[in-house]
Structure formats: structure tokens, C-alpha cells
């Protein structure tokens, strides 16, 4: 019976607002405990600056103005001395506002590149099945809108919802030591605000989270449909896509209307019931001092006005910021979702060595074997590859290979012919470990695949595939991605053993023409041959061929074809095909059909046996 383990599951993490906020603070203090100290200790001078204000105001009042209106001769020189120091103090608040603004730019924009750092870092050591279940436009999502929600949130938003803790904190002890009465009616009404901020913040965020999980599925959906726009005009599907565009933007924009209609409404309510405080504060206060109670004075008064008109601003700057905060820890789950991914696994301890030069010249290498008394062994790289009884599938309901059996002798050429969905491509994909497998074993050179460690193994294997990868930069840069620290000698090698060369040359700026957009202006066979030269560069001892001239013409794949026959020359090569033409002179052709092989053998004896083979070959059957 087939041994089936549970396939690995995409972490999604529950939702915790205070558990994602405390880890971002995390970030924020690792490299600036001394900015961040400085940032509190400014927010402490500009809110110092502001209460100091209107507590003025109560000073001016009492003991400067009410005094002067009952003298013939005034002396205004206290007055003015009181008003220069008050000066200072403003402008010392200016100064620190100004200060730790600039400071938290710098914290922002140092984290948010630390953050991306840490979600490529990771990215780039996920498993292929990571790619193969979350679109590339939701993850580039996380690169782009994600990131920025936080940038602007420890920007803007942890200052000032700093800012307005100190100076809440302190008008409220100002306000207890003018009127205490007075304070409990503020205490009462800010209770009221609390409660409907609470109520409306739960409520946005839970449709934050879900703008942001729909903003991400609308860049993926862009993303596909800017990659694929030849297909989609050739296809006449432009009308599908615009409504399928419609749906997801619908999605979207219900998401965002409900998280910002709630949000937008929490303003209006926080400013209107500030004003009604306002408005009973001063009829409270101005009885308090028409009839002396409490020895409660115009200048108390006046203070009392401005402080709750002060209070004004960290309440309607918490309410504000509250938004910004909801929505930036929406993105920041997603980011540290993506940055708790379970990465690749790796227990392998053979590594790849180079030994000595070949008579060729070539570079010769062999596996580094250690053992658990300590000693190491080295056995050479000859690329002798077998799959024992291998079962796998990529889920544990659906198992796509059934015991499968090969053995790829150092230098055979081993071709897997079948219909879409046979199983060819997996084979190769369980031979670069993409996926592990459920049952059997794999050896390379009689050492089992999971005991190589994966970077050595993947360095032994060269791959072209049918879709070439190229990437931004010159043809040079694009064949020394096979081989990073490869000489210029080298790459004018690997492009002429793959008949680039042909192409390159007549280039204006040969290899140092720019390719943008996947090599776009070159053309098909173009690009295959640059992939070959890739690959030759690496000079790999084993080849993985994946339909790699199924989409070229003819004759372009005769030149294709004398790149990749220079390519596999001496080497253990895999072959996938559509064009049965291409593989007839390989050592074993195994005829594959729903993860089993099903025929195998060379050209002739299949042949002989009028199997499956023999019909695709004489066109009874076609692929698929």
C-alpha cells in the first residue's frame, strides 16, 4: 500500500491586531532604541509645549491682565517678559515636533526596507508549491500596497498617536488642576467617545483585512491578464476579462466602502460631540465663576475652554489615526503571514566539490560524503540516477505517479513521452527535490536524493524549459545566470556550443544588448537558444530537456536541435517531447500514461511492439 504523508498547508494565521502591532514595535526598537528614545523625549517637549499654553493663558489672565485693568499708570514689562518666555517654549515645541518627524521618517523607511529584505529572504527559500497556490500579483502585493500602509503608519500615525497619548495625559492632569468638577464632566463625555470608537474600529477592521485581501486578488488578477494579453486578444476573451475584472473590482470596492464609511463616520461623530462639550463646558464654567464657586476665575475658565478645546486634537488625531493603524496592521498580517511561511527544507549533508581537471580541461566533480564517525569520503559525480518504486503525489487524495521505475545509466539519454497530465514533467521536478516524494527512493550515484543537500544537487542539474525565463539585463548577464562567477571566455563558449552565437552576433551591441520584458524582440527559438547557452555555462553533468522545441518552427528547431545535442553530449540527460523526432536517438523512451510507464525501450524495439509508441509515432494516436 502507498504511504501517503499529509501534504504541507499554506500558513494563513488568525487575526490579532495587538499581537501583529507589539511584533511591528519589535522592528522599530531592534536597530532604533536611541531614535526611538529621542522621538519620545521630543513628543515630550512639543506636548510640554502645547499644554504649557494654555495653562498660560490662566497666568496672563489672573495675574497679569485682570491686575492691569485696575491700575491708572499700567506696567506692561512683566506682561511682555511673560509672553517672551511663553515664545520660547513654543518654539521649542516647533523644533521637536520638527525633529522627531524627521526622525520617524527614517525609522519608517529603515524598517520598511528591513521588512522587504526579510519577505525576499524568504520568498526566495519557500517551496515551488508556495508559487503554485498563491497568484503573483498577491504577492508582489505584499511588496508594494502592503508595505506602504506600514511605511505611512510608523511615519505618521505611532507619532502622532504618541504625540496625542503624552498630550492627553497631560492636559488631563492640567484640567484635574483647575477644576476637578469640571474634569469629571470630560471624563464622562470622553467615555461616551471610547465606547463609539471601539464599536466603529471593530467593525472597519474586520473590512480592512478584507481590502486588502481583495486589493491583492485584483493585482493578481491585472498581472495575469497583462502576461497574457496576446492570448487574451487572440481569443476574443477581452469582454470575459473585463467582467471577471468587474466582479473582483466590485468585491474590492464593497470591502473599501464599508471599511471607509464606518472609518469616515467616526470624525463627524468624535468633532460634534467635542463641540457639545464645548458648549456645556463653557455655560458650567461661567456659572462656576459668575457666582465664585470654587474660587473658579475668568483665567481658570479661559484655561479650562482652551485645554478641552486642546483635548480636541489628540482625540480627533486618535480617531483619525485609528484608520490608518487598522488598515496598516491589515497589511502587516499579510507581510508577516508571508514571512512565516515554512521554508524549503533542507537535511541534506552531501555536498558537491570540484576535483581535479579532466583531459578536456572541464571541471570534474564528486560528492563529499561524511559519516557518523567523523570521516569523509568522496565518490565521483558520474550522474547515475535511478527512481526505485516511486510513488508521489501532490496532494495526499491524488497521487499522480504509481511506482515508477528508471534507471538513467552516466551518459544515457532517457526520453518520457506522453499526454499532458502523464506525469513527465513531475518526474523531474521530484529530481530537483521541488517536492518530496511519498514512497520509494530516489539515488543519484547510489546516494539517496534526500541525503544531498539541495543547493549541491540543483548545481549538478541543468534545466531548459518549454517557457524561457530571461531576465532584465544584457544577453551577457542573462547566460552568466547559469554560472555567476563565469569569464567572458566561458560565455562565448556556452554560446556557440548552443548555436546563440548565430543570432548574437548580428546584434548591434552583441552580447551586451538590453532585454527587458522576458527578452521581448527576440524571438522564440531566440530565447530557447539563450537558455541553452544558460545551461551550457553551468556545464551540469545531468540535463533536464522539458519540451524545450515545442513551441519553435521547424527550422529554427534544427538549430535548436545541434545547441542541444552539443549540450547533452557526454552527459545523463532527461528528455520530455511532443515531437517523437526529436528523441529517436535516445537509449530508453519511456511512454508514460496517468503516472505510470506504461512501454519502454528504444525507437526500434517500440516499434517492433506496435504499442503505444508505435501508434503516436505513426500518427494513429495523437498527444495531447
Known amino acids: 500500500m502507498v504511504k501517503v504523508q499529509a501534504s504541507k498547508k499554506i500558513i494563513n494565521r488568525p487575526h490579532h491586531p495587538l499581537k501583529t502591532f507589539g511584533r511591528l514595535i519589535g522592528y522599530l526598537l531592534e536597530k532604533n532604541k536611541l531614535r526611538m528614545t529621542i522621538v519620545f523625549v521630543l513628543i515630550i517637549i512639543s506636548a510640554y509645549a502645547n499644554v504649557s499654553g494654555a495653562l498660560f493663558l490662566q497666568t496672563v489672565i489672573d495675574q497679569y491682565i485682570t491686575p492691569l485693568l485696575k491700575q491708572n499708570n499700567p506696567n506692561f514689562s512683566g506682561l511682555l517678559k511673560a509672553i517672551t518666555t511663553m515664545g520660547f517654549v513654543y ?91 469640571l474634569t469629571l464632566f470630560v471624563v464622562f463625555t470622553l467615555t461616551i467617545m471610547f465606547f463609539i470608537t471601539k464599536s466603529l474600529t471593530s467593525k472597519s477592521g474586520k473590512y480592512f483585512t478584507e481590502q486588502q485581501k481583495d486589493l491583492g486578488e485584483e493585482n493578481g488578477f491585472i498581472e495575469e491578464m497583462i502576461h497574457g494579453q496576446k492570448v487574451v486578444k487572440v481569443f476574443n476573451h477581452e469582454n470575459a476579462a473585463i467582467e471577471n475584472f468587474d466582479e473582483i473590482n466590485d468585491r474590492l470596492q464593497e470591502s473599501s466602502t464599508q471599511a471607509n464609511v464606518i472609518a469616515n463616520t467616526l470624525m463627524p461623530v468624535m468633532f460634534n460631540l467635542l463641540n457639545m462639550q464645548y458648549v456645556l463646558l463653557a455655560v458650567i464654567g461661567g456659572m462656576f465663576s459668575l457666582y465664585g464657586i470654587s474660587t473658579f476665575t475668568v483665567g481658570m475658565l479661559a484655561a479650562f475652554l482652551q485645554l478641552s478645546r486642546s483635548l480636541e486634537q489628540p482625540v480627533s488625531q486618535f480617531a483619525q489615526q485609528i484608520n490608518f493603524i487598522v488598515m496598516a496592521l491589515a497589511g502587516a498580517e499579510r507581510i508577516f503571514n508571508l514571512m512565516d511561511q515554512k521554508t524549503e527544507s533542507d537535511d541534506g549533508t552531501v555536498t558537491l566539490v570540484k576535483s581535479e581537471k579532466t583531459a578536456d580541461n572541464s571541471e570534474s566533480w564528486s560528492w563529499k560524503i561524511p559519516h557518523h564517525d567523523g ?169 533536464i530537456l522539458d519540451e524545450a522545441t515545442s513551441s519553435i518552427d521547424t527550422r529554427t528547431e534544427r538549430i535548436v536541435q545541434q545547441g542541444m545535442d552539443r549540450l547533452m553530449k557526454g552527459r545523463t540527460v532527461f528528455v520530455i517531447a511532443h515531437r517523437l523526432s526529436t528523441i529517436q536517438n535516445a537509449d530508453v523512451i519511456l511512454v508514460m500514461d496517468h503516472g505510470r510507464i506504461i512501454e519502454r525501450g528504444n525507437h526500434e524495439d517500440l516499434l517492433e511492439k506496435h504499442g503505444m509508441y508505435y501508434q503516436l509515432f505513426t500518427g494513429k494516436v495523437e498527444l495531447e
Open 375 to 543: 570521516s569523509i569520503t568522496y565518490s565521483k559525480l558520474t550522474g547515475d540516477i535511478v527512481f526505485d518504486h516511486v510513488s508521489f503525489g501532490y496532494v495526499s487524495s491524488n497521487i499522480v505517479l504509481h511506482d515508477i521505475n528508471i534507471h538513467a545509466k552516466p551518459g544515457q539519454k532517457i526520453a518520457l513521452v506522453g499526454a499532458t497530465g502523464a506525469g513527465k514533467t513531475t518526474i523531474t521536478n521530484l529530481l530537483n527535490r521541488f517536492y518530496e516524494i511519498q514512497e520509494g527512493q530516489i539515488t543519484y550515484d547510489g546516494i539517496n536524493l534526500t541525503k544531498i543537500e539541495k543547493n549541491s544537487l540543483r548545481h549538478s542539474l541543468g534545466i531548459v524549459l518549454q517557457d524561457t525565463n530571461l531576465f532584465t539585463g544584457t544577453i551577457e548577464d542573462n547566460i552568466r545566470f547559469g554560472k555567476l562567477d563565469a569569464t567572458k571566455d566561458e560565455i562565448l563558449s556556452a554560446a556557440k556550443l548552443a548555436n546563440a552565437d548565430l543570432f548574437i552576433d548580428h546584434l548591434p551591441k552583441k552580447y551586451e544588448t538590453l532585454l527587458l520584458n522576458n527578452g521581448e524582440g527576440l524571438s522564440q527559438g531566440q530565447r530557447q537558444l539563450l537558455a541553452i547557452a544558460r545551461a551550457a555555462v553551468a556545464d551540469p553533468p545531468v540535463m
Open 91 to 181: 518654539l521649542a515645541g516647533i523644533f521637536a515636533s520638527l525633529g522627531f518627524n524627521l526622525l520617524m521618517v527614517k525609522i519608517s523607511e529603515g524598517t520598511q526596507q528591513k521588512i522587504r529584505n526579510q519577505m525576499f529572504k524568504n520568498l526566495e527559500n519557500l517551496p515551488v508549491s508556495y508559487f503554485d497556490q498563491n497568484s503573483h500579483g498577491d504577492i508582489m502585493s505584499h511588496f508594494t500596497n502592503d508595505t506602504d500602509t506600514l511605511r505611512q503608519m510608523i511615519s505618521q500615525s505611532i507619532p502622532n498617536l504618541g504625540l496625542s497619548a503624552i498630550m492627553f495625559i497631560s492636559i488631563f492632569i492640567a484640567m484635574i488642576s483647575i477644576s476637578p468638577a
